[in-house]
């Protein structure tokens, strides 16, 4: 009984979590071109529930989704998708493209306070991620003065 | 009565200071050509949440957070392009001709076949009140907006931040 509680309560929590329009707009609109495929992350709801309770350093929310495919969509195309979905708010922050490397990435950012969200589009050799990320910038700002190094691996992370 | 419109109207256009009339920076079609790009965009507000991240514990972030207070925003833009001729040399006049007659040449930097830069600031009395880096060369061209008061005997804190190229580290290459 305990465990079908603790069952509904998380999938409850993945349900009631808010779906930002702008991030699922953008993920549903690079999954609509041609050649692009969604990845399926296992948990990643759950992961998202833990990072809504615990916050670590500083991180009040994010979403994730990666694709496959993306490699062959035209970098001026991705800039233009980014700009139509993003949502109201977002500052282009860093665009930056290589065709010589085909990497890219597009960051655009919204202060909210002392907090700031921001989207992220990335392409590195095979992998394309979209991430959403609310963060608290004097949290963020505080753990790199405690742990400089640490700060290193949260980012990778 | 129209007089006095005309001279609230003149003296609220002298009191608005010369930077708040934007550079633009917009160069149609050329990151079609180009083969790397990076655009740098930071407002006022970003910059104080850029502000925000630096630690105060660090006397070089601490340098940078000093130097970024009362800016109004960083812009940078910069192509690569595969070939030489790839871009017109007439972009850099476009970006000059915008400077009004409060911006002065600090540096000018002339070769045919390396880079031509031009530095300009846009002085208010003795204060600089913005800057504006324009880089040349033949496969490359980057505009870098800086917009608001800088202390140029601070400026190299900024150097390799918010998209900044390390202006020393390349010059002592050479």
């Given at each position: 009984?305990?465990k079908?509680?603790?069952?509904a309560a998380?999938?409850f929590?993945?349900?009631?979590?808010?779906?930002?329009?702008?991030?699922s707009?953008?993920?549903?609109a690079?999954d609509r071109?041609?050649?692009?495929?969604r990845?399926w992350?296992?948990?990643?709801?759950?992961?998202?529930?833990?990072?809504?309770?615990?916050?670590?350093?500083?991180?009040?929310?994010?979403?994730?989704?990666?694709?496959?495919?993306?490699?062959?969509?035209?970098?001026?195309?991705l800039q233009q998708?980014?700009?139509?979905?993003?949502g109201?708010?977002?500052?282009?922050?860093?665009?930056?493209?290589?065709?010589?490397?085909?990497e890219?990435?597009f960051?655009?950012?919204k202060?909210?306070?002392?907090?700031?969200?921001?989207m992220?589009?990335?392409?590195?050799d095979?992998?394309?991620?979209?991430?959403?990320?609310?963060?608290n910038?004097?949290?963020?700002?505080?753990?790199?003065?405690?742990?400089?190094?640490?700060?290193?691996?949260?980012?990778?992370? | 009565?129209?007089?006095w419109?005309?001279?609230?109207?003149l003296?609220?256009?002298a009191?608005i200071?010369?930077?708040?009339?934007?550079?633009?920076l917009?160069f149609?079609?050329?990151a079609?050509?180009?083969?790397?790009?990076?655009?740098?965009?930071?407002?006022a507000?970003?910059?104080?949440?850029?502000?925000?991240?630096?630690?105060?514990?660090?006397a070089?972030?601490?340098?940078?957070?000093d130097?970024?207070?009362?800016?109004?925003?960083?812009y940078v833009?910069?192509?690569e392009?595969?070939?030489?001729?790839?871009?017109?040399?007439a972009?850099?006049d476009?970006?000059k001709?915008?400077?009004g007659?409060?911006w002065?040449?600090?540096?000018?930097?002339?070769?045919?076949?390396?880079?031509?830069?031009n530095?300009?600031?846009?002085?208010r009395?003795?204060?600089?009140?913005?800057?504006?880096?324009?880089?040349?060369?033949?496969?490359?061209?980057?505009?870098?907006?800086?917009?608001?008061?800088?202390d140029?005997?601070?400026?190299s804190?900024?150097?390799?931040q918010?998209?900044?190229?390390?202006?020393s580290?390349e010059?002592s290459?050479?």
């Amino acid at each position: 009984m305990t465990k079908r509680l603790a069952i509904a309560a998380v999938l409850f929590c993945t349900v009631a979590l808010p779906m930002r329009a702008d991030f699922s707009s953008l993920a549903r609109a690079l999954d609509r071109h041609q050649g692009v495929k969604r990845v399926w992350i296992p948990f990643l709801g759950l992961a998202r529930v833990a990072v809504r309770i615990v916050e670590p350093e500083g991180v009040h929310d994010f979403q994730l989704a990666t694709f496959t495919g993306a490699d062959k969509v035209d970098a001026r195309e991705l800039q233009q998708m980014m700009r139509t979905h993003v949502g109201a708010g977002f500052k282009p922050l860093v665009q930056v493209w290589s065709r010589k490397s085909n990497e890219w990435s597009f960051i655009y950012a919204k202060p909210v306070g002392d907090n700031v969200e921001l989207m992220i589009l990335a392409h590195d050799d095979e992998d394309t991620v979209l991430v959403r990320v609310s963060v608290n910038a004097d949290k963020v700002a505080e753990e790199i003065g405690r742990h400089p190094r640490r700060v290193t691996n949260v980012a990778r992370r | 009565m129209r007089n006095w419109i005309l001279v609230f109207a003149l003296t609220l256009a002298a009191a608005i200071p010369a930077a708040a009339q934007p550079i633009n920076l917009d160069f149609p079609g050329l990151a079609d050509r180009a083969e790397e790009v990076v655009d740098i965009t930071l407002d006022a507000s970003l910059l104080r949440v850029a502000a925000k991240f630096l630690s105060g514990k660090d006397a070089d972030e601490r340098a940078v957070r000093d130097m970024i207070h009362g800016l109004r925003g960083i812009y940078v833009r910069s192509y690569e392009f595969a070939r030489e001729g790839e871009y017109d040399r007439a972009l850099v006049d476009r970006v000059k001709t915008q400077l009004g007659a409060s911006w002065k040449p600090l540096v000018t930097v002339r070769s045919k076949k390396k880079e031509n830069v031009n530095i300009y600031a846009n002085m208010r009395g003795e204060d600089i009140i913005g800057l504006v880096i324009i880089s040349a060369e033949p496969r490359e061209f980057t505009v870098i907006n800086i917009d608001g008061p800088v202390d140029i005997e601070r400026l190299s804190s900024l150097e390799g931040q918010f998209g900044i190229p390390n202006l020393s580290k390349e010059g002592s290459d050479d």
